[in-house]
């Protein structure tokens, strides 16, 4: 009987401890000096970037927010949540033009298209993001008919 006991509380706990991680797994990308370039040029594809240090408060205080963001986000197809951290990648922020923290940019086919700087919330970023890579979508697609 004590065996079973310990068998079945060892089952539930390794049951949550899967839940937990498939909880926390988000659809929020890090991007490093190493894939930052190539992964915002994606063709057809709108990247969603936080700019953060570890030792900003206001970084600090969204919490979760980015990655509740990505895994809302997960459904769009030409939508991707990315983050960079400027203490380490100093590289990327820079060439981002990163001077304060936290910075969010929509970059679309390896450019900047928009700055956001409306409230932190889930609803207001994804509202943001939708409607921004609506807009670089339409103007590439412009830009490729007139090319034609």
Same mark, same amino acid.
């Given at each position: 009987?004590? %065996?079973?006991?310990?068998? !079945?509380? +060892? ?5 949550? /401890? ?44 969204? &919490? ?5 963001? &990505? #895994? ?14 400027? &203490?380490?990648? #100093?590289?990327?922020?820079?060439? /981002?033009?990163?001077?304060? =923290?936290?910075?969010?940019?929509? +970059? =679309? ?6 700055? =956001?700087?409306? #409230? ?16 670089? /979508?339409?103007? !590439?697609?412009?830009? %490729?008919?007139?090319?034609?």
């Amino acid at each position: 009987m004590r %065996n079973q006991h310990h068998r !079945a509380s +060892f089952l539930l706990l390794i049951t949550i /401890a899967i839940c937990l991680i498939i909880q926390t797994q988000s659809e929020v990308i890090t991007l490093t000096s190493d894939t930052f370039s190539d992964k915002i040029k994606e063709k057809d594809t709108a990247w969603f970037v936080k700019f953060c240090v570890p030792w900003c408060k206001h970084c600090k205080k969204l &919490g979760s927010l980015w990655d509740e963001l &990505g #895994k809302v986000m997960e459904k769009e197809d030409e939508i991707e949540i990315g983050e960079v951290d400027c &203490g380490t990648d #100093k590289a990327v922020c820079s060439k /981002a033009d990163i001077h304060s =923290y936290p910075t969010f940019k929509v +970059f =679309y086919d390896g450019e900047e298209v928009s700055k =956001y700087q409306g #409230k932190r919330d889930v609803e207001s970023l994804k509202t943001f993001v939708l409607e921004e890579a609506e807009k670089a /979508a339409s103007k !590439a697609q412009l830009d %490729n008919d007139k090319e034609l």
